[in-house]
Protein backbone atom coordinates (compact mmCIF):
# COMPACT_ATOMS: atom_id res chain seq x y z
CA UNK A 1 0.00 0.00 0.00
CA UNK A 2 1.37 3.51 -1.03
CA UNK A 3 0.64 6.01 1.58
CA UNK A 4 1.70 9.95 1.30
CA UNK A 5 2.59 11.91 4.38
CA UNK A 6 -0.43 13.96 3.08
CA UNK A 7 -3.15 13.97 0.81
CA UNK A 8 -5.11 17.29 -0.50
CA UNK A 9 -6.88 15.66 -2.50
CA UNK A 10 -8.95 13.35 -0.37
CA UNK A 11 -9.64 16.85 1.34
CA UNK A 12 -11.09 17.92 -1.45
CA UNK A 13 -13.66 15.01 -2.73
CA UNK A 14 -15.35 14.88 1.19
CA UNK A 15 -17.04 17.92 0.01
CA UNK A 16 -16.56 18.21 -4.03
CA UNK A 17 -19.70 18.97 -4.94
CA UNK A 18 -19.63 22.17 -2.35
CA UNK A 19 -16.54 23.46 -3.33
CA UNK A 20 -17.31 23.05 -6.87
CA UNK A 21 -20.69 24.80 -6.68
CA UNK A 22 -18.56 27.73 -4.88
CA UNK A 23 -16.14 28.01 -7.86
CA UNK A 24 -18.87 28.20 -10.61
CA UNK A 25 -20.32 30.94 -8.13
CA UNK A 26 -17.85 33.29 -7.63
CA UNK A 27 -16.39 32.70 -10.99
CA UNK A 28 -19.89 34.13 -12.85
CA UNK A 29 -20.55 36.39 -10.38
CA UNK A 30 -18.02 38.70 -12.32
CA UNK A 31 -16.29 39.81 -9.40
CA UNK A 32 -12.89 38.54 -7.95
CA UNK A 33 -11.07 40.87 -5.50
CA UNK A 34 -12.74 41.65 -2.22
CA UNK A 35 -16.03 41.25 -2.35
CA UNK A 36 -18.72 39.31 -0.33
CA UNK A 37 -17.05 36.36 -0.07
CA UNK A 38 -13.95 37.80 1.51
CA UNK A 39 -16.21 39.92 4.07
CA UNK A 40 -18.59 36.92 4.82
CA UNK A 41 -15.40 35.03 5.45
CA UNK A 42 -13.91 37.19 7.64
CA UNK A 43 -17.26 38.25 9.87
CA UNK A 44 -17.38 34.12 9.71
CA UNK A 45 -14.01 33.30 10.89
CA UNK A 46 -13.67 35.80 13.64
CA UNK A 47 -17.01 34.36 15.11
CA UNK A 48 -15.21 30.85 14.80
CA UNK A 49 -12.26 32.07 16.58
CA UNK A 50 -14.02 34.28 19.20
CA UNK A 51 -12.24 37.14 18.12
CA UNK A 52 -13.92 41.03 17.12
CA UNK A 53 -12.15 41.18 13.58
CA UNK A 54 -10.47 39.04 10.75
CA UNK A 55 -9.08 40.82 7.79
CA UNK A 56 -8.25 38.39 5.15
CA UNK A 57 -4.66 38.37 3.42
CA UNK A 58 -2.24 37.09 0.72
CA UNK A 59 -0.93 34.15 3.01
CA UNK A 60 0.29 33.06 6.56
CA UNK A 61 3.60 35.67 6.22
CA UNK A 62 1.85 38.21 5.20
CA UNK A 63 -0.03 37.99 8.00
CA UNK A 64 2.92 37.75 10.59
CA UNK A 65 5.17 40.76 8.66
CA UNK A 66 1.80 43.02 8.41
CA UNK A 67 1.47 42.64 12.01
CA UNK A 68 4.76 43.48 13.14
CA UNK A 69 4.70 46.39 10.68
CA UNK A 70 1.29 47.83 12.10
CA UNK A 71 2.48 47.31 15.91
CA UNK A 72 5.41 49.40 14.53
CA UNK A 73 7.55 46.75 15.35
CA UNK A 74 11.36 46.92 13.16
CA UNK A 75 15.00 48.05 13.16
CA UNK A 76 16.39 48.30 16.42
CA UNK A 77 13.64 46.09 17.96
CA UNK A 78 13.76 42.02 19.19
CA UNK A 79 11.06 39.80 19.06
CA UNK A 80 11.10 36.88 21.17
CA UNK A 81 10.23 33.79 19.40
CA UNK A 82 10.83 29.66 19.81
CA UNK A 83 13.93 28.54 18.11
CA UNK A 84 11.98 25.05 16.11
CA UNK A 85 9.89 27.30 14.53
CA UNK A 86 9.09 27.32 10.49
CA UNK A 87 11.26 29.80 9.30
CA UNK A 88 8.12 31.66 8.15
CA UNK A 89 7.33 33.01 11.72
CA UNK A 90 11.19 34.26 11.51
CA UNK A 91 10.67 36.52 8.26
CA UNK A 92 7.26 37.69 9.50
CA UNK A 93 10.07 39.46 12.37
CA UNK A 94 13.21 39.93 9.89
CA UNK A 95 11.14 41.49 6.95
CA UNK A 96 10.71 44.57 9.04
CA UNK A 97 14.12 44.65 10.61
CA UNK A 98 13.35 43.74 14.02
CA UNK A 99 15.94 40.79 15.38
CA UNK A 100 14.66 37.28 16.36
CA UNK A 101 15.64 36.49 19.57
CA UNK A 102 15.16 32.60 20.23
CA UNK A 103 13.48 30.81 23.01
CA UNK A 104 14.38 27.12 23.65
CA UNK A 105 10.45 24.73 23.34
CA UNK A 106 9.04 22.85 25.74
CA UNK A 107 8.36 19.08 25.47
CA UNK A 108 4.94 20.11 24.13
CA UNK A 109 7.58 21.94 20.87
CA UNK A 110 6.15 25.06 22.11
CA UNK A 111 7.74 27.80 23.12
CA UNK A 112 9.28 27.17 26.97
CA UNK A 113 7.76 29.74 29.15
CA UNK A 114 10.28 29.63 31.96
CA UNK A 115 12.72 30.88 29.82
CA UNK A 116 11.43 33.91 28.05
CA UNK A 117 12.18 36.22 30.73
CA UNK A 118 16.36 35.59 31.05
CA UNK A 119 16.09 36.93 27.11
CA UNK A 120 14.01 40.38 27.78
CA UNK A 121 16.07 42.93 27.07
CA UNK A 122 15.52 46.99 26.97
CA UNK A 123 15.07 46.49 22.75
CA UNK A 124 12.25 43.89 23.35
CA UNK A 125 9.33 44.55 22.29
CA UNK A 126 6.77 41.28 21.35
CA UNK A 127 6.47 37.69 22.14
CA UNK A 128 5.88 35.54 18.71
CA UNK A 129 4.07 32.75 20.11
CA UNK A 130 3.82 29.89 17.90
CA UNK A 131 1.23 27.42 18.54
CA UNK A 132 2.97 24.43 16.60
CA UNK A 133 2.04 20.95 15.27
CA UNK A 134 -1.54 22.07 16.00
CA UNK A 135 -1.22 22.45 20.11
CA UNK A 136 -1.68 25.53 21.68
CA UNK A 137 0.94 27.29 23.88
CA UNK A 138 0.71 27.93 27.40
CA UNK A 139 -0.99 31.18 27.03
CA UNK A 140 -1.40 32.37 30.59
CA UNK A 141 2.34 32.71 31.63
CA UNK A 142 3.05 34.69 28.15
CA UNK A 143 0.49 36.96 28.65
CA UNK A 144 1.37 37.50 32.11
CA UNK A 145 5.18 38.35 31.11
CA UNK A 146 4.02 40.16 28.40
CA UNK A 147 2.26 42.62 30.47
CA UNK A 148 4.40 42.51 33.12
CA UNK A 149 6.95 43.99 30.88
CA UNK A 150 4.53 46.09 28.32
CA UNK A 151 5.53 43.54 25.67
CA UNK A 152 3.15 43.25 22.30
CA UNK A 153 2.33 39.34 21.68
CA UNK A 154 1.66 38.26 18.07
CA UNK A 155 -0.01 34.40 17.76
CA UNK A 156 1.34 32.41 14.90
CA UNK A 157 -2.00 30.44 14.20
CA UNK A 158 -0.73 28.70 10.92
CA UNK A 159 -1.16 25.41 12.69
CA UNK A 160 -3.68 25.61 15.44
CA UNK A 161 -6.91 26.73 13.83
CA UNK A 162 -9.37 25.74 16.37
CA UNK A 163 -6.82 24.92 18.71
CA UNK A 164 -7.52 26.15 22.45
CA UNK A 165 -5.71 26.93 25.76
CA UNK A 166 -8.28 27.14 28.85
CA UNK A 167 -11.04 26.54 26.27
CA UNK A 168 -10.06 29.95 24.65
CA UNK A 169 -9.08 29.89 21.08
CA UNK A 170 -5.64 30.75 19.77
CA UNK A 171 -5.14 33.84 18.08
CA UNK A 172 -7.26 35.73 20.51
CA UNK A 173 -5.03 36.00 23.31
CA UNK A 174 -2.60 38.64 22.22
CA UNK A 175 -2.65 41.54 20.05
CA UNK A 176 -2.99 39.44 16.42
CA UNK A 177 -3.36 36.23 15.60
CA UNK A 178 -1.69 35.18 12.23
CA UNK A 179 -3.69 32.77 10.30
CA UNK A 180 -2.78 30.79 7.12
CA UNK A 181 -4.52 29.17 4.90
CA UNK A 182 -2.00 26.94 2.73
CA UNK A 183 -3.77 24.18 1.38
CA UNK A 184 -1.92 21.95 3.94
CA UNK A 185 -3.02 23.80 7.08
CA UNK A 186 -5.74 22.80 8.98
CA UNK A 187 -7.86 25.20 6.97
CA UNK A 188 -6.79 25.20 3.73
CA UNK A 189 -7.41 27.08 0.78
CA UNK A 190 -6.50 25.42 -2.80
CA UNK A 191 -4.08 28.04 -3.14
CA UNK A 192 -2.53 30.31 -0.82
CA UNK A 193 -4.50 32.69 1.71
CA UNK A 194 -4.27 34.20 5.34
CA UNK A 195 -5.57 36.76 7.71
CA UNK A 196 -5.25 38.17 11.31
CA UNK A 197 -7.53 38.03 13.87
CA UNK A 198 -7.62 40.91 16.71
CA UNK A 199 -9.90 42.42 19.29
CA UNK A 200 -8.40 45.78 18.48
CA UNK A 201 -10.78 48.11 15.82
CA UNK A 202 -7.52 50.26 15.30
CA UNK A 203 -5.31 47.66 14.12
CA UNK A 204 -8.14 45.52 12.06
CA UNK A 205 -8.82 48.99 10.01
CA UNK A 206 -5.33 49.70 9.87
CA UNK A 207 -4.07 45.82 8.44
CA UNK A 208 -7.35 46.12 6.40
CA UNK A 209 -6.31 50.08 4.49
CA UNK A 210 -2.57 48.36 4.62
CA UNK A 211 -3.27 45.09 2.80
CA UNK A 212 -4.60 47.53 0.03
CA UNK A 213 -1.88 50.17 -1.21
CA UNK A 214 -2.64 51.77 2.13
CA UNK A 215 -6.05 53.19 0.95
CA UNK A 216 -9.00 53.48 2.26
CA UNK A 217 -10.83 55.22 -0.29
CA UNK A 218 -9.61 53.89 -3.87
CA UNK A 219 -6.83 55.79 -5.21
CA UNK A 220 -6.95 57.75 -2.26
CA UNK A 221 -3.29 56.17 -0.84
CA UNK A 222 -2.99 57.26 3.56
CA UNK A 223 0.10 55.15 3.98
CA UNK A 224 2.66 53.13 1.62
CA UNK A 225 0.87 49.71 1.98
CA UNK A 226 1.18 46.39 -0.06
CA UNK A 227 -1.03 44.27 -2.11
CA UNK A 228 -2.19 41.44 0.18
CA UNK A 229 -5.66 40.37 -0.57
CA UNK A 230 -7.65 37.15 0.40
CA UNK A 231 -8.92 36.32 -3.25
CA UNK A 232 -13.06 35.61 -3.71
CA UNK A 233 -12.29 32.37 -4.78
CA UNK A 234 -9.99 30.98 -2.25
CA UNK A 235 -12.76 32.98 0.73
CA UNK A 236 -15.59 30.96 -1.05
CA UNK A 237 -13.62 27.50 -0.80
CA UNK A 238 -12.39 28.71 3.08
CA UNK A 239 -15.98 29.24 3.76
CA UNK A 240 -17.06 25.67 2.75
CA UNK A 241 -14.36 24.08 4.59
CA UNK A 242 -15.11 26.31 7.60
CA UNK A 243 -18.74 24.98 7.83
CA UNK A 244 -17.26 21.34 8.12
CA UNK A 245 -14.27 22.20 10.56
CA UNK A 246 -15.64 20.76 13.74
CA UNK A 247 -15.71 17.10 11.49
CA UNK A 248 -12.57 17.71 9.97
CA UNK A 249 -10.90 17.83 13.12
CA UNK A 250 -12.65 15.61 15.11
CA UNK A 251 -11.93 13.14 12.26
CA UNK A 252 -8.00 14.14 13.04
CA UNK A 253 -8.38 13.47 16.49
CA UNK A 254 -9.71 10.08 15.85
CA UNK A 255 -6.91 8.91 13.35
CA UNK A 256 -3.76 10.46 16.41
CA UNK A 257 -6.12 8.87 19.13
CA UNK A 258 -5.35 5.47 17.37
CA UNK A 259 -2.07 6.26 16.84
CA UNK A 260 -1.61 7.29 20.46
CA UNK A 261 -3.16 4.32 21.77
CA UNK A 262 -1.82 1.76 19.10
CA UNK A 263 1.90 2.53 18.45
CA UNK A 264 4.48 1.14 20.42
CA UNK A 265 7.65 0.78 19.75
CA UNK A 266 10.30 1.64 21.92
CA UNK A 267 12.87 3.47 19.70
CA UNK A 268 10.46 6.37 19.05
CA UNK A 269 8.62 9.20 21.31
CA UNK A 270 5.09 9.79 20.82
CA UNK A 271 3.47 13.61 21.01
CA UNK A 272 2.08 14.86 24.89
CA UNK A 273 -0.65 17.08 25.22
CA UNK A 274 -1.00 19.80 27.86
CA UNK A 275 -3.55 19.13 30.31
CA UNK A 276 -4.69 22.72 29.63
CA UNK A 277 -4.51 22.80 25.94
CA UNK A 278 -6.12 20.92 23.14
CA UNK A 279 -4.26 19.81 19.67
CA UNK A 280 -5.79 20.04 16.85
CA UNK A 281 -3.07 17.29 15.27
CA UNK A 282 -1.41 19.46 12.12
CA UNK A 283 1.11 17.07 12.46
CA UNK A 284 1.44 13.72 14.52
CA UNK A 285 5.46 14.48 15.24
CA UNK A 286 7.36 11.79 16.94
CA UNK A 287 10.87 11.48 18.10
CA UNK A 288 13.52 8.65 17.20
CA UNK A 289 17.51 8.41 17.43
CA UNK A 290 17.48 6.08 14.63
CA UNK A 291 15.40 8.85 12.07
CA UNK A 292 17.05 8.00 8.92
CA UNK A 293 16.69 4.51 9.57
CA UNK A 294 13.27 4.69 10.14
CA UNK A 295 12.88 6.93 7.13
CA UNK A 296 14.42 4.51 5.07
CA UNK A 297 12.57 1.93 6.48
CA UNK A 298 8.95 3.52 6.07
CA UNK A 299 10.26 4.11 2.02
CA UNK A 300 11.01 0.58 1.35
CA UNK A 301 6.98 -0.02 2.79
CA UNK A 302 5.66 3.11 0.53
CA UNK A 303 5.14 5.08 3.63
CA UNK A 304 6.19 8.64 3.05
CA UNK A 305 7.38 10.81 6.06
CA UNK A 306 8.08 15.10 6.28
CA UNK A 307 10.30 16.55 8.96
CA UNK A 308 9.19 19.30 10.36
CA UNK A 309 11.74 20.91 10.38
CA UNK A 310 15.53 19.89 9.75
CA UNK A 311 17.20 22.81 9.61
CA UNK A 312 16.05 25.18 12.75
CA UNK A 313 15.87 29.06 11.16
CA UNK A 314 18.99 29.71 13.98
CA UNK A 315 21.35 27.54 11.67
CA UNK A 316 19.63 28.07 7.97
CA UNK A 317 21.63 29.89 5.28
CA UNK A 318 19.29 32.51 5.40
CA UNK A 319 20.23 33.60 9.02
CA UNK A 320 23.99 33.53 9.17
CA UNK A 321 23.85 37.10 9.81
CA UNK A 322 22.53 36.60 13.03
CA UNK A 323 25.59 34.61 13.69
CA UNK A 324 24.16 32.34 16.00
CA UNK A 325 26.51 29.30 16.74
CA UNK A 326 25.93 25.56 16.15
CA UNK A 327 25.09 24.04 19.68
CA UNK A 328 23.44 27.75 21.07
CA UNK A 329 20.17 26.18 21.08
CA UNK A 330 20.48 22.48 21.94
CA UNK A 331 16.71 21.73 22.41
CA UNK A 332 15.69 22.97 19.47
CA UNK A 333 18.88 21.43 17.55
CA UNK A 334 17.78 18.39 19.45
CA UNK A 335 14.36 18.14 17.91
CA UNK A 336 15.58 19.46 14.39
CA UNK A 337 17.60 16.48 14.49
CA UNK A 338 14.72 13.43 15.68
CA UNK A 339 11.56 14.56 14.80
CA UNK A 340 9.21 13.14 11.98
CA UNK A 341 5.58 13.52 11.15
CA UNK A 342 4.05 10.45 10.10
CA UNK A 343 1.22 10.37 7.41
CA UNK A 344 -2.13 11.90 8.56
CA UNK A 345 -4.55 13.82 6.50
CA UNK A 346 -8.51 14.01 6.41
CA UNK A 347 -9.75 11.07 4.50
CA UNK A 348 -7.33 8.92 5.76
CA UNK A 349 -9.09 5.31 5.44
CA UNK A 350 -8.56 2.81 8.48
CA UNK A 351 -6.84 0.52 6.67
CA UNK A 352 -4.62 2.98 5.71
CA UNK A 353 -3.84 3.86 9.25
CA UNK A 354 -3.84 0.35 10.27
CA UNK A 355 -0.78 -0.21 7.61
CA UNK A 356 0.89 2.80 8.83
CA UNK A 357 0.72 1.65 12.56
CA UNK A 358 1.61 -1.85 11.84
CA UNK A 359 5.10 -0.60 9.66
CA UNK A 360 5.98 1.44 12.81
CA UNK A 361 5.41 -1.24 15.21
CA UNK A 362 7.14 -3.63 13.54
CA UNK A 363 10.50 -1.18 12.63
C1 LIG B 1 2.71 27.74 7.01
C2 LIG B 1 3.27 28.54 8.10
C3 LIG B 1 3.54 29.92 7.95
C4 LIG B 1 3.43 30.64 6.64
O1 LIG B 1 2.21 30.57 6.02
P1 LIG B 1 2.12 30.81 4.42
O2 LIG B 1 0.67 30.93 4.17
O3 LIG B 1 2.74 29.62 3.77
O4 LIG B 1 2.86 32.06 4.12
C5 LIG B 1 3.97 30.62 9.05
N1 LIG B 1 4.19 30.02 10.23
C6 LIG B 1 3.96 28.70 10.42
C7 LIG B 1 4.19 28.12 11.77
C8 LIG B 1 3.53 27.92 9.35
O5 LIG B 1 3.33 26.61 9.54
Redesign the pocket.
Known amino acids: MKIKPNRLDRGFYLYQEEFERKALEVLRSGWYVLGEEVSNFEKEFAAYTGGQYCVGLA ?6 WIAFRILGIGEGDEVIVQGN ?2 I ?2 VM ?1 ITINGATPVFVEPDEYYNIDTDKIEEKITDKTKAILV ?3 YGQASKMDTVMEIANKYDLKVVE ?1 C ?2 SHGACFNGKMTGTFGDIG ?1 F ?3 P ?2 NLGAFG ?3 AIVTNDARIAKDVKVFRNYGSEKRYYNCVVGTNSRLDEIQAGFLRVRLSHIAELEEEKKQICMRYLQELKNDSIQLPKIRDDATHIW ?1 QFVIRTQKRQELIDYLNEKEIGTIIHYPIPPHLSEAYRYLNIQKGSLPITEKYADTVLSIPLYNGMTEEEQTYVINAINDF
Not at 59 to 64: I, V
Request: include cysteine; charge should be negative.
Open positions: SGLDALTYASGVHLDAQCSFYSKDGGH
